[in-house]
């Protein structure tokens, strides 16, 4: 059975850093590309990083970031543990919210630059950990 638990949330001061994990389960995340969401109340639940695992041999990885976390955030694997993480350097106030990882539907086929992520696209998601960023 797919399952995706989050951890590593907490409060932080700006300027501060957080690492988030995302441990997937019922799936092998070097088949399945996988992205990091967040949701503040009261908007929209905002993509904010993919790494992805692409469909055919001469495929090439590729990594998507938000404008607003470009620079800041990195997103990485570990496929031993079947995690994928995301480093958040620099914090924000209105980087708060809580934060998601989730399951692309379907694999990409071929090299493939992400504009921007739909959460319509994705089939698996996680409970959930929660970041504040505040003093």
């Known amino acids: 059975q797919v399952q995706l638990v989050e951890s590593g949330g907490g409060l932080v001061q700006p300027g501060g850093s957080l690492r988030l994990s995302c441990v997937a389960s019922g799936f092998n995340i070097e088949f399945d590309s996988v992205a990091w969401f967040r949701q503040a109340p009261g908007r929209e639940r905002e993509g904010v990083a993919l790494?992805?695992?692409?469909?055919?041999?001469?495929?090439?990885?590729?990594?998507y970031y938000s404008d607003s976390v470009k620079g800041r955030f990195t997103i990485s694997r570990d496929n031993a543990k079947n995690t994928v993480y995301l480093q958040m350097n620099s914090l924000k106030p209105e980087d708060t919210g809580v934060y998601y990882c989730?399951?692309?539907?379907?694999?990409?086929?071929?090299?493939?630059?992400?504009?921007?992520?739909?959460?319509?696209?994705?089939?698996?998601w996680g409970q959930g950990t929660q970041v504040t960023v505040s003093s």
């Open positions: 790494r992805s695992s692409p469909a055919g041999s001469r495929a090439v990885a590729t990594t």
């Open positions: 989730a399951r692309e539907r379907s694999p990409r086929w071929g090299t493939y630059y992400y504009k921007s992520l739909d959460p319509a696209d994705f089939d698996a």
